[in-house]
């Protein structure tokens, strides 16, 4: 048998008690990582703890608020005190917050940029100096497909997972030298809970959050600067860049912001 390529490393999930970050937390173990996982969700941490334990590798569960300072610097520390070291970094917890521009206020900002952009940078400034030290270690930042083409009605999302892309590009070239590696995942529709009320355009189904997880091992192994998954949708961006008035028509062409369930009904109403 060949040996698994991530073999007794040691991998930290944040977002890890559902959807992505609880399919990546899998793929890691199934490819031999033992894994330190943070959420809010205790129960549902626990279970997917236990789900990597039955996988014959390590799990810690460390319930956390990616939103608090001292909640993951306390999950960096438990993780180092554990196993002296993090070898996979995945800044994956992320919150889709969205309001139309005309009655965007501040607050939508802050919320989304409190989780979706400082949860993710407190997390790497926690963990960076023991990578620096050992100079080796793999971070990887969720982004979205959002930061390649913002959809409309995304606006506060938009802003904080583009501000994530930009950290990631400049960490990636500055880390280099030091032995670190940045990957930055820009996933389309994915099936999880945090748009489970939001009808999509077949033009951009929805995936499995497994394909997510699988693009994100590759990446890791082969140490892919950047990802788009699934792959078709690089194709927006390659419109979009050729001409930005040929991304928008295409975007409004096909909806691609999706229908709101929750609106629709209430419209009806
Ligand atoms: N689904 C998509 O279509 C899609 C597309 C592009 C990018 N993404 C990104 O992918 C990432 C994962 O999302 P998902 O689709 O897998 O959604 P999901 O199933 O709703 O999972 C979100 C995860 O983030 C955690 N989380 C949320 N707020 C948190 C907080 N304050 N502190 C700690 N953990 C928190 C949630 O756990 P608790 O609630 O237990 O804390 C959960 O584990 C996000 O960054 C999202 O923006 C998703």
């Known amino acids: 048998m060949p040996r698994p390529p991530f073999l007794d490393q040691i991998a930290l999930v944040t977002g890890a008690s559902s959807g992505i970050g609880r399919a990546t937390v899998l793929a890691l173990a199934q490819c031999g990582a033992h894994v330190a996982l943070a959420a809010r969700s205790v129960d549902k941490l626990d279970e997917v703890a236990e789900e990597v334990r039955r996988l ?42 969205r309001t139309p521009v005309p009655a965007m206020r501040v607050e939508h900002f802050e919320e989304s940029f409190q ?6 940078l407190y997390l790497i400034v926690e963990s960076l100096p023991a990578m620096l030290e050992r100079r080796q270690g793999h971070i990887v930042l969720i982004s979205s497909m959002d930061a390649q083409k913002g959809m409309p009605l995304d606006a506060p999302y938009v802003a904080a997972k583009y501000a994530l892309r930009g950290l990631g590009e400049v960490m990636r070239q500055e880390l280099r030298p030091y032995g670190i590696f940045v990957t930055t995942v820009f996933p389309g529709r994915v099936d999880t809970p945090l748009i489970d009320y939001l009808d999509v355009p077949r033009i951009s189904a929805k995936i499995p959050p497994a394909n997510v997880a699988k693009a994100i091992v590759r990446a890791v192994r082969r140490r892919q600067p950047e990802v788009i998954v699934p792959r078709y949708a690089k ?19 096909f909806h691609f912001e999706g229908w709101d369930r929750r609106t629709r009904n209430s419209q009806r109403q």
């Not at 961006?237 to 975007?251: C, I, K």
């Open 56 to 97: 014959g590798r390590q799990a810690l569960a460390v319930p956390t608020d990616v939103r608090r300072r001292a909640d993951v610097s306390r999950l960096v520390r438990q993780t180092l005190a554990t196993w002296g070291r993090i070898d996979i970094l995945v800044a994956n917890a992320g919150a889709y917050i």
């Open 235 to 253: 194709a927006l961006v390659y419109f979009n860049t050729l001409s930005p008035r040929l991304g928008d028509w295409l975007v409004r062409v």
């Open 115 to 120: 989780v979706n952009f400082y949860g993710a």
